[in-house]
């Protein structure tokens, strides 16, 4: 082969070279700008976003989340965010999210974290494996401030629940009854017992609860979590 065909040769694969590596450049561009285009977006979200990698370190936290606990983007990546779960909390939670990614299936649970203000917050968690390429890319999850629902769940009366179920089984069966507006006819009929039997379980609930009237008897049965009010 002449000396200056070879020249040529290696020209034309120095200029594919420059075309591929071009390429490459501009593909990492379109994905690096893709990528922020997709955070922009979580940024614009009200809803807590987080982002992991598939070693369970998380790389992304969006503007609601920073916001929500007060931290910037730094303190929080990696385990940073861990620092902010409530000491009774922390054990469950990492446990359950270590279990999610060693599995790569998706997790839901609630915990309290530490917000902004300092107060302990309950949220509620959930987080979805990511594929990218056909492999396992980590996980995307969001998170919500539960508090104040969780603040309208009831709690049942201690005191309440401590002499409701001193009451025998039969006792409390007539008490449902009756305090979901049963008479004690009806109540003896549902429960298959005549009515002087009925009357006297009704007499000795009045009796153990300390009280006179029926209208006291729902408001044990309510307190005790025996039915909703």
């Known amino acids: 082969m002449a000396p200056g065909h070879s020249i040529d040769e290696i020209a034309v694969l120095r200029g594919r070279l420059a ?5 490459l450049e501009n593909f990492k561009k379109l994905e690096t700008d893709a990528e922020q285009r997709f955070r922009h977006l979580l940024d614009a979200s009200p809803l807590m976003t987080w982002i992991s990698g598939p070693d369970a370190m998380s790389t992304f936290f969006n503007k609601s989340w920073l916001e929500f606990r007060g931290r910037t983007l730094e303190e929080e990546r990696g385990t940073g965010w861990a620092e902010g779960l409530h000491p009774d909390d922390r054990d ?4 359950t999210y270590i279990k999610a990614f060693t599995a790569r299936e998706p997790f839901r649970l609630q915990y309290r974290m530490r917000r902004a203000n300092g107060e302990f917050a309950w949220v509620e968690d959930s987080g979805l494996p990511r594929v990218e390429e056909g492999a396992f890319a980590g996980f995307l999850g969001t998170a919500l401030d539960i508090t104040d629902r969780r603040r309208r769940m009831f709690t049942p009366d201690e005191a309440s629940v401590r ?3 001193a009451l025998t089984e039969r006792e409390r069966q007539v008490l449902v009854l009756i305090a979901s507006g049963k008479s004690t006819k009806e109540a003896a009929a549902q429960l298959g017992i005549s009515y002087k039997t009925a009357d006297s379980h009704r007499s000795r609930i ?3 609860l300390g009280v ?3 209208a006291s008897m729902v408001r044990y049965a309510i307190r005790s979590g ?3 009010a």
Request: aromatic share 4%.
């Open 19 to 23: 075309e591929v590596e071009a390429e």
């Open 92 to 95: 469950l939670c990492l446990e």
């Open 163 to 165: 002499l409701v179920f």
């Open 226 to 228: 025996l039915i909703e």
């Open 212 to 214: 006179h009237e029926t």
């Open 206 to 208: 009045l009796e153990k």
